[in-house]
């Protein structure tokens, strides 16, 4: 065994197979004898180049970083350039800050001219083509790994498409001689034993459903909250319903995906809380607005506007409530984005409709019909305002959204408004209603008639959109959340 001061450098592969005959002189072990032998344990001042087949989450590449890290040996891959590289959503924020780059090297390049895709193998930084050499030096620095190849796309102008990482054991005579010749020139460079890369302060998982009709955030809103929870010391992981297991790593639960009781969605909030993790939206939350009923009487208690509203029960359903007329609109307790919401023209035809709805609820949400052209939504945040938007009714029908039988959506316009100039009544009602539910994140729908406002509804998790809710202020609107998700975790740690 080599002095353990003295600086080295320790390949690893799945298979020794894999480092052919011709490859540079140095030490090479199998990924099998890194992991259980002692003597690497003991070494120190190394630098462990991981040349495993894939690094796929909890498999052996995964591991020798890993190991490598808590050995105190530089990993190269480290156990963060492996996560950056297995989500799409924190490589694609990584490479914004390459784009100008991208542009100015592929702009110069012949094979690019004609082409609307190209690809680049990067190994250990250096690339074939001495034109790009600048580009996959600063790809390389962005995500330090041995074998690349980044894929670019021109739509107008190029970006970076996707980025995998290469195994030794598929490389072609061209590829394994450039690999020898990359390899020589990386191991001649000093070795550089320096400290690690301090992680971020927290990790906080993004609950979503990627097959959501209308879900609550799109891909670009996640991608914005990942790159503002950067700037705070949040660490974004996007995750699913399979990932309920190991929800206890993170520090923060952020939903952004249709809540309801009788769904795993509460069953996260509920699980996230008995953690100790921060979570928005919060069992409670959930609890109260996903049911249109509670909130009906919760309005009604302390005299905050709404359109006239009765509940109705199975028991007495031909009693309709005389004063209201028609149309009438009626509302199953738990639906959202639209659904569940039916407008009866005539008393024949809410007699009809409600045989219906009550087999699916004992109670039923009798309400006025208000027709508007748009509705106000203002998100409201920790008792604040956070946004305001009109939306406005989709075309020829009476709501914001229209769902087809298909199971397709569609939706109205909106326009986006500073707070200062939404009129005062809209956000101090607005704020009225938000407040009696707590202190998450909520939003506000309400109708304008006049000078007069009623509420519609209060919302857990309301939709967050890219170019939709952030059309007026931009990146501060994912930046404030982020914020607060902050305080409440340094709120937590001082208990």
Known sequence: MQDKNTSQHLVVVENRKDW????????????????????FLEMRRVKVINLCRHYKYLETGYYCSLLAEARHHRALPSIRTITDLSSRLIYSLNTEELEGAVQRALAKHQLTRELDRFELDIIFGFCKASELQNLARQIYEVFPCPLLRVEFRRDKTWRVGAIRTLSL???????????????????QKPLRIGKPKQPSRYDMAILRNPNETIPPSDMGALQKFAKAGKKFGIDVEIIEKKDYASLAEYDALFIRETTNINHYTYRFAKKAEAEGMVVIDDPDSIVRCTNKVYLSELLASKKIPTPRSAILHKSSSDMLPKDMGFPMVLKIPDGSFSRGVYKANTEEEAKTMLAELFKKSDLILAQEFLYTDFDWRVGILNRKPLFACKYFMFKAHWQIVKHEDSGQAEEGNFETFLIEDVPPTVISTALAAANLIGDGLYGVDLKQKGDKVYIIEVNDNPNLDAGVEDAKVGDALYETIMAEFLRRLELRRKV
């Open 169 to 187: 054991n598929t490389f072609s005579e061209e590829q394994s001689a450039f690999f020898v010749e990359a390899c020589n020139k990386f191991l």
């Open 20 to 39: 052919k005959a011709g490859y540079p002189d140095i030490r090479v072990v199998d990924a099998k004898a890194y992991l259980s032998q002692p003597e």
